[in-house]
Structures are given as structure tokens and as C-alpha cells.
């Protein structure tokens, strides 16, 4: 095979990838929107009656002054009455700016790269915070996730 017949067959495997590669993701896409359509998942709500969900909470893991990771929280919160309720919603953007407070000083104080993360502490914090903010007692923090990357 000489070497311009070789840049061919390269060039027409590549666009042969490529055209798959285009072809498999629009039906990924197609699929995520139709089952998207299919069964509509009501914003920021639970399984649990009360649940108020909460977007990612994200803090930077640094060392030496230099970014080494992320860790992301998924979390929300689990409020009875609904007049205590409304009054959560109201103190959302306010729970979220102390949650990221709370993320990143945990992320500081007691994460060390290469464990677990300790997820007593974490919500015990946040629990803290959002009885500072919303009231004693009047919300239950619930973490779904931690993730480390």
C-alpha cells in the first residue's frame, strides 16, 4: 500500500468515526429528551413529601495555594408544615451561599485527598448552618451525595 493510499483509507476511517460518532450522540440526545418528555420530574422535589432539594454545593480542595480537586454535595432539605415551608423557600438563596461556606470550610478543616470524606461532620455543619438561617428545628438537612474528584 503506498503512502498516499494509506493517507486515504486513514482519512475516510476517520471521517467514518467521526460520522458515528455524530450519529450515536444525536440518538443519546434523542433518547435523554424523549424520556425526558415521557415522565416530567417536578423541580427541586423529592420522593418525600416536604422536600425541598437544593442545587450542587461545590467547594474548591486546595493545597499549597493551588486547586487539586472539587467536591460536590448534593443535598436538601425536609420541611413538615407548609407555612414553614414557604418560609424555607424564601431563605433558599440564603442557605445557599452558608451551605458553600460550610463546604468549603470543611473541605479546609477536615478532608484529607485520598479518603472519605466524613459525612457525620459534614451534615452535622450543615444542620447547624440551616438552623442558624431558617430556624431551630423547622428543617432536617438531608445529604444525597458527596463526591470527590
Same mark, same amino acid.
Given at each position: 500500500?503506498?503512502?498516499?493510499?494509506?493517507?486515504?483509507?486513514?482519512?475516510?476511517?476517520?471521517?467514518?468515526?467521526?460520522?458515528?460518532?455524530? #450519529?450515536? &450522540?444525536?440518538?443519546?440526545?434523542?433518547?435523554?429528551?424523549?424520556?425526558r418528555a415521557a415522565k416530567?420530574?417536578?423541580?427541586?422535589?423529592?420522593?418525600? #413529601?416536604?422536600?425541598?432539594?437544593?442545587?450542587?454545593?461545590?467547594?474548591?480542595?486546595?493545597?499549597?495555594?493551588?486547586?487539586?480537586?472539587?467536591?460536590?454535595?448534593?443535598?436538601? /432539605?425536609?420541611?413538615? &408544615? /407548609?407555612?414553614?415551608?414557604e418560609r424555607a423557600q424564601a431563605?433558599?438563596?440564603?442557605?445557599?451561599?452558608?451551605?458553600?461556606?460550610?463546604?468549603?470550610?470543611?473541605?479546609?478543616?477536615?478532608?484529607?485527598?485520598?479518603?472519605?470524606?466524613?459525612?457525620?461532620?459534614?451534615?452535622?455543619?450543615?444542620?447547624?448552618?440551616?438552623?442558624?438561617?431558617?430556624?431551630?428545628? /423547622?428543617?432536617?438537612?438531608?445529604?444525597?451525595?458527596? /463526591?470527590?474528584?
Amino acid at each position: 500500500m503506498t503512502d498516499s493510499n494509506h493517507i486515504l483509507s486513514r482519512r475516510r476511517l476517520a471521517k467514518s468515526a467521526a460520522a458515528a460518532t455524530f #450519529a450515536l &450522540a444525536s440518538t443519546a440526545a434523542l433518547g435523554v429528551s424523549s424520556a425526558r418528555a415521557a415522565k416530567p420530574v417536578p423541580k427541586g422535589g423529592g420522593n418525600e #413529601a416536604g422536600f425541598l432539594g437544593s442545587n450542587q454545593i461545590t467547594a474548591s480542595i486546595m493545597r499549597q495555594f493551588r486547586p487539586v480537586g472539587l467536591i460536590q454535595i448534593d443535598m436538601g /432539605i425536609v420541611v413538615g &408544615a /407548609i407555612p414553614k415551608r414557604e418560609r424555607a423557600q424564601a431563605a433558599t438563596p440564603a442557605l445557599r451561599a452558608a451551605w458553600r461556606g460550610v463546604a468549603q470550610e470543611f473541605v479546609n478543616s477536615f478532608f484529607i485527598p485520598g479518603r472519605v470524606p466524613d459525612t457525620q461532620i459534614l451534615g452535622q455543619r450543615m444542620q447547624a448552618v440551616t438552623d442558624r438561617v431558617v430556624g431551630p428545628g /423547622i428543617a432536617r438537612v438531608v445529604l444525597l451525595s458527596v /463526591i470527590v474528584r
